[in-house]
């Protein structure tokens, strides 16, 4: 099973503020995901990465933007937060030689006030 | 585009009666198919999955599910609930080995009463 960190589990920001979410897998998973779940909802994926220098855009439009410098590590940033971003965010990876299936981390639950 | 649907929002058993919790799936070619629970304020955990082969598969803590393509369901047992079992459950499919990602439903609460 992979190991999927995620910091800050629990954030309260004001509005306007930059934040940067933290992921990072021991795995060596070439693919790592973003998802968005409001309280009692489903998920949505906002962010999926292939491999190094890879991203892309999900599902569910996000002002959210990723990066991929390094295999283990994909951060999400947040430029200028707002209420409507509050939610739980869950970064995820997989590996193709290991069946593709999904593990995900903690979770980050995000709060703007 | 594929979609899952988990009819049942909330569902509530008494501790050792059996459990079903019911997922269809709409996909156009063999779908992933994947069940997670979700204690709260928790990531999502792996229960179970199906790629090929044997229908019924076996997963962690006791759990089963059987795929079923021509119902398009992929319905979670378990024989007898207990009270730790109580959070949400997630069906999920995947879209395939190349361009991989998952499609989840809304989830169903489990609810236990001792």
Redesign the interface.
Known sequence: ?ADIY?TPRYLVIGTGKKITLECSQTMGHD?M?WYQQDP??????IH?SYGVNSTEK??LSSESTVSRIRTEHFPLTLESARPSHTSQY?C?S?Q?SA?????????S?LTVV | AQSVTQPDIHITVSEGASLELRCNYSYGATPYLFWYVQSPGQGLQLLLKYFSGDTLVQGIKGFEAEFKRSQSSFNLRKPSVHWSDAAEYFCAVGSGAGSYQLTFGKGTKLSVIP
């Open positions: 099973e995620q693919k995901y009692g909802m489903e998920l949505h994926l999926y999900g599902d869950l995820a997989s193709a069946g593709n299936t999904i593990y995900f981390g903690e979770g639950w």
